[in-house]
């Protein structure tokens, strides 16, 4: 058997702490890579590295795939970022490809007018073009998918985004693409872009930024300046949803009036406006302890609308009733501490601890826990959810820093219980100190000794590329990756037979 050689266990490998995981699919490792890349460094993996393991996978995988994944991570996961470096990684190698793909993912990704300019600073350094004319020689699938996405958009979205500091500029990008308007209303709009001439809309940045510039003779009068600045932008309606969230402490410690405080916490809390913004969870999360420092008689009923708020957006979110038991257990080791981006206050750790809480929210019969070196059960209620991830912050120290994962069946083992799902929220690089105790063989004894009809999903929530358990179907393992409470939609389609990579699939183009 010199060339013939055996298969079995091809796709056993190391992990980032040097212990025995698994191999994922080109396509299954692209799905969780994407829909987990803030692209900032990471505890295991700096931002080039990651971006490096996204083009070696897009060549590895069908164009379609590529595309679909773009939409998916755009529509379904929220991110902005990374759907423009898909679309341009397979402009890169698909530039031919048939039926006008890139063109058509192109004009479906970008849905902000900055998306345009962000697309393009993307493909000047994927192309590793240099000196002044960096953009010449523009793909035509690339250019023609940014045209017809000029036309999404009108005047005041074009103005608030349209960054004079930037390296590429609104006006660069109308020149290179050669959109062609709609309409006359619109040609007015593209030839204002042209001269330089659009005009900067109203906004709460704008209307700030230039109260900010202007000279008090005190502090008292500055309050009150900006005491009315923040009831007029109330009243106006003119602040965005994500604005109220992250202004939340601003409009609280500027004192507007009980009436303006009331309609804030009316339009966090309305389901309607709670679907329209699509926000990510842990957005929701992070306004909550930004309040929870603060000493005002606002403080609780803001708090209460972010409970309401945050149920709102998974009040779709079906659950597991009374004929299912669940254990939920998250991963708070050391690697899980690292903020998701550079900016950011939110970690990994909170986004497991989050997606975790919204599913035992609409769990009847549930049991959470978190492990590192040991693991524990915390009792909370099914009622809160932002309160409970706040608990779980609270106690994350009892348990310790390493990866014992295998301790979540142990216990079940040692216990004899029987569960029918098991939740896992981690970033998957698991090991164990001191044992030879393995997920692996703990996973495979649980499933024959005592409950052999048990689940087991890994939600990814770092996108590493490796499992510390074969994903197999007869063995009832299942890999759900991403941020966004919409992975839930992927643990209903794993509930109706389907896989991960089956739902991205089923995207129309």
Request: with cysteine.
């Amino acid at each position: 058997m010199l060339f013939n050689r055996k298969t079995k266990n091809q796709n056993l490998t190391t992990n980032h702490e040097g212990a025995k995981a698994w191999k994922m699919s080109p396509e299954l490792e692209l799905y969780s890579t994407v829909v987990t890349a803030a692209l900032s460094d990471q505890f295991y993996e700096k931002t080039g590295k990651r971006i490096e393991r996204i083009r070696e996978l897009v060549a590895q995988v069908d164009p379609e795939f590529v595309a679909k994944l773009a939409v998916y991570a755009r529509e379904s996961m929220y991110l902005r970022n990374v759907p423009l470096v898909l679309v341009v990684e397979l402009a890169k190698r698909y530039e031919g490809y048939g039926l006008n793909l890139v063109s058509k993912t192109i004009a479906r990704v970008v849905q902000r007018a900055d998306e345009i300019t962000e697309l393009l600073a993307y493909y000047q350094l994927a192309n590793e073009r240099i000196g002044n004319k960096k953009l010449n020689r523009l793909s035509k699938q690339v250019q023609k998918g940014l045209a017809q996405a000029f036309n999404k958009f009108d005047a005041y979205q074009f103005g608030k985004y349209n960054r004079n500091s930037a390296e590429v500029k609104l006006r660069d990008a109308l020149f290179l693409t050669h959109p062609k308007a709609k309409d006359e209303a619109q040609q007015l709009i593209f030839d204002q872009i042209a001269n330089g001439e659009l005009a900067v809309p109203y906004t709460w940045e704008t209307e700030l930024s230039a109260l900010g510039q202007t000279q008090f003779a005190n502090e008292k009068q500055k309050q009150a300046a900006f005491r009315q600045k923040w009831e007029e932008l109330i009243k106006s309606g003119k602040v965005g949803y994500m604005a109220l969230l992250r202004n939340l402490r601003n409009i609280i410690e500027a004192e507007v009036s009980a009436y303006h405080f009331e309609q804030v916490c009316s339009t966090l809390s309305d389901t309607v406006q709670v679907a329209k913004a699509k926000q990510l969870p842990f957005r929701f999360l992070a306004a909550y302890r930004e309040l929870l420092l603060i000493k005002s008689k606002y403080t609780s009923s803001a708090l209460a609308a972010l409970e309401l708020a945050v149920k709102a957006s998974v009040a779709n979110l079906r659950g597991f009733g009374t004929d299912t038991s669940v254990l939920i257990a998250c991963d708070v080791s050391g690697s899980m501490q690292q903020p998701i981006s550079a900016k950011s206050k939110i970690l990994y750790y909170d986004i497991g601890l989050m997606l975790g809480m919204l599913l035992q929210s609409k769990c009847r019969y549930v049991q959470t826990g978190m492990f590192g070196n040991t693991w524990k059960i915390i009792n909370v209620s099914t009622k809160n959810i932002l309160a409970n991830v706040q608990e779980f912050y609270r106690r994350e120290g009892e348990v310790g820093y390493s990866t014992n994962g295998y301790l979540v069946i142990r216990d079940l083992i040692n216990r004899r219980e029987v569960v029918d799902k098991v939740m896992i929220f981690t970033d998957v690089q698991m090991w164990s100190t001191g044992h030879d105790y393995h997920i692996a063989k703990e996973w495979q004894q649980y499933r024959e000794t005592v409950a052999p009809n048990a689940k087991l999903y890994l939600f990814d929530l770092a996108g590493l590329g490796t499992t510390p358990i074969d994903l197999k179907q007869d063995q009832g393992v299942y890999l759900i990756a991403g941020w966004s409470d919409k992975i839930f939609d992927v643990l209903a389609a794993l509930e109706r037979g389907q896989q991960a990579i089956e739902v991205i699939n089923n995207i129309e183009l």
